[in-house]
């Protein structure tokens, strides 16, 4: 059974930095497309950028490019999202979530727990 | 960017009551890339229906999906106490910076 594992709550100030890891474990990282996905306080999910740990490339939403950074380390079956120049608007819960299929970036069938940033000064 | 308008907003429903929701597309949509998400409160998303009409695994058959093109719909046959929750829509597509998921702006399904 995958699973995926995120690191701890946050609290920020603005114009920072906030780094977000995923731990996988349970199933092949390497093939599985990893997504970020976010859904601050009230409102619904948006989708920030994924990556293909295989293919090293993140692709990313529009909003966020050049201000995210998704990576990968397959040694220890990790995924990393790094926000920066953050702002209150980002306060939010992350997500990681993992494609159902391999090599693509399709529907989303296994979860993080969920991370809240909080971005306050 | 395609954009995916769900309505209603909201749906105040019974429980064994039908619920019928509708995830609308501002541009033509591959039934493979079209999926449905519920979302209780203090939980990540779970996946229903991927590829427009196919459940996941372990999701119950009163969840049905359906439509092309740019209307799709999430039918829940009659209304369990544990349905009540919000409801998103998603589509895989590209994007001039590569490939892109989008959500819908979800509906919330309520106790009447």
């Known amino acids: 059974q995958v699973q995926l594992v995120q690191s701890g709550a946050e609290v920020k100030k603005p114009g920072s930095s906030v780094k977000v890891s995923c731990k996988a474990s349970g199933g092949t990282f390497s093939s599985y497309a990893i997504s970020w996905v976010r859904q601050a306080p009230g409102q619904g999910l948006e989708w920030m950028g994924g990556i293909i740990p295989i293919f090293g490339t993140a692709n990313y939403a529009q909003k966020f490019q050049g201000r995210v950074t998704i990576t990968t380390d397959e040694s220890t079956s990790t995924a990393y999202m790094e926000l920066s120049s953050l702002r209150s608007e980002d306060t939010a819960v992350y997500y990681c979530?993992?494609?159902?299929?391999?090599?693509?970036?399709?529907?989303?069938?296994?979860w993080g727990q969920g991370t809240l940033v909080t971005v306050s000064s | 960017e395609i954009v995916l308008t769900q309505s209603p907003g909201t749906l105040s429903l019974s429980p064994g009551e039908r619920a019928t929701l509708s995830c609308r597309a501002s541009?033509?949509?591959?039934?493979?890339?079209l999926a449905w998400y519920q979302q209780k409160p203090g939980q990540a998303p779970r996946l229903l229906i991927y590829g427009a009409s196919s459940r996941a695994t372990g999701i119950p058959d009163r969840f049905s999906g359906s439509g092309s093109g740019t209307d799709f719909t999430l039918t829940i046959s009659r209304l369990e106490p544990e349905d009540f929750a919000v409801y998103y829509c998603q589509q895989y597509g590209s994007s001039p910076r590569g490939r892109a998921l989008t959500f819908g702006g979800g509906t919330k399904v309520e106790i009447k």
């Open positions: 979530a993992r494609a159902q299929a391999g090599l693509w970036f399709g529907e989303l069938n296994y």
């Open positions: 541009q033509s949509v591959s039934s493979s890339y």
